[in-house]
């Protein structure tokens, strides 16, 4: 099958994966709001408001693992608060050899689903950023068609990409390709999704569904807990 009616065939088969991937963030967004009032009152504004990370794709022979101990600990404003949310979507599992920190907004089999669809989905806007940005086997006017639609998706794949690092202590470069998709997003501005506000869900917190969570308590002591877990 030749690139283009690939990645529309793949796209399509991926849209249940896309609307439970976004379902399941609502979820946890509503959890997290629970605990902090300050955020806004939908995830996609939230995203909205931030900028695709500067600085990726990495250049040839970076870390990302040592790009996310360097920038992202400076950001502020609303590019903080949803590094935030991605690092608590994918906790640093300091020790590879502990447990598996877990997230304080998902218990474990909702994270385990999460998690196989953010795998996919990224998988995919990695092999299309390669097949746009290297092979040029996209025709342009493809791109224009779907990277405005996605943009939202593809950014917040690419905060929890940057998070999920801490975790596997991977030292490669990630997603360069989907990475390389950041510049085309700038101005782009996704459609309206049909994502109910976060005061919409019970929001019952993860940690009190996981009782085996190695945290406990509410997402600030989860979030104290972090702090000293990582200067320790």
């Known amino acids: 099958m030749e690139p283009l009616l690939a990645f529309e065939d793949e796209y ?32 996609d504004e939230l995203i909205d408001a931030t900028r695709f990370p500067e ?3 990495l250049p040839e022979g970076q870390s990302l693992m040592t790009w996310v101990d360097e920038v992202p600990p400076y950001w502020i404003g609303p590019t903080a608060k949803l ?9 640093w599992q300091r020790d590879p050899h502990a447990p598996t920190v877990e997230s304080p907004l ?25 097949e746009i940005l290297v092979q040029r086997s996209i025709p342009a006017r493809t791109v224009e068609a779907y990277i405005p639609r996605e943009a939202r998706l593809i950014k917040m794949l690419t905060y929890l990409e940057c998070a999920l690092v801490h975790r596997t202590l991977d030292g490669g470069p990630g997603r ?9 997003l700038h ?12 005061k919409e ?26 702090r000293s877990h990582r200067s320790g």
Not at 84 to 89: D, G, P, V
Not at 187 to 198: D, E, I, V, W
Not at 218 to 226: C, D, E, H, L, P
């Open 12 to 43: 399509a088969r991926l849209t249940p994966t896309r609307e439970r991937f976004w379902q399941l963030l609502d979820e946890a967004y509503a959890v997290w709001q629970e605990q902090d009032r300050s955020i806004p009152e939908t995830l």
């Open 55 to 57: 600085g990726l794709p």
């Open 83 to 91: 590094w935030l949310l991605a690092s608590y979507i994918y906790p």
């Open 106 to 130: 998902m218990d474990r089999a909702t994270h385990r689903e999460f998690h196989t669809a953010r795998r996919q989905l990224a998988k995919f806007w990695d092999r299309c950023g390669r």
């Open 176 to 184: 360069q390709w989907m990475f390389g998709l950041g510049p085309l």
């Open 187 to 198: 101005g782009r501005k996704a459609p309206p999704r049909k994502a109910r506000a976060a």
């Open 201 to 226: 869900f019970k929001a019952v917190s993860a940690v009190e569904k996981e009782s085996g969570s190695p945290w406990g308590g509410s997402i600030r002591s989860f979030a104290r807990k972090a």
